[in-house]
């Protein structure tokens, strides 16, 4: 049953960048990134992560490969800093599937916020700074 959940967590994440594929090269990796509203997630695949799905809750999504394309493990921390300098410590966790490696974290927000993300990616003896910004709305 846990496979079902998981192929379809990673159907899911692999649509929604389809959408508006964001990807940086930073040093040896492509990291691909999406932030999105919870609530795009099934209730199922919300609950066999540990999400919580919700109108005001996003959902960051980092994958990070080498340049040949193989999804690489590293360690992420990092934050995200709204308009009026509220800043959000972001807890990632990791998920595998099969081959793939996706890492999120959950943020709450409010209508309209937009959120400055900084995150820090380590591995292979390196370490390398990600950042980009997002806009949240409120289904």
Known sequence: MK????????ALLMVLPLRA????????????????NSSF???EVAKAYG???SRYNG???????????VAQAVGISGEAK????TIR????????EGESIYYLAVLPYRNEDTYQFTLTIMGEGQQQTLTF???FYVD
């Open 89 to 96: 410590t972001l807890s990632f966790q990791e998920v595998k």
């Open 133 to 135: 910004q997002q806009t």
């Open 41 to 43: 997630l099934t209730p």
């Open 51 to 53: 999400l919580e799905r």
């Open 59 to 69: 959902i960051v999504n980092i994958a990070v490969q080498n340049k040949q394309g």
């Open 3 to 10: 496979t079902v959940w998981m192929s379809c967590l990673l």
């Open 21 to 36: 594929e964001q990807m940086k090269e930073l040093g040896p990796w492509q990291v691909h990134y999406s932030a999105f």
């Open 82 to 85: 709204n308009l009026t300098g």
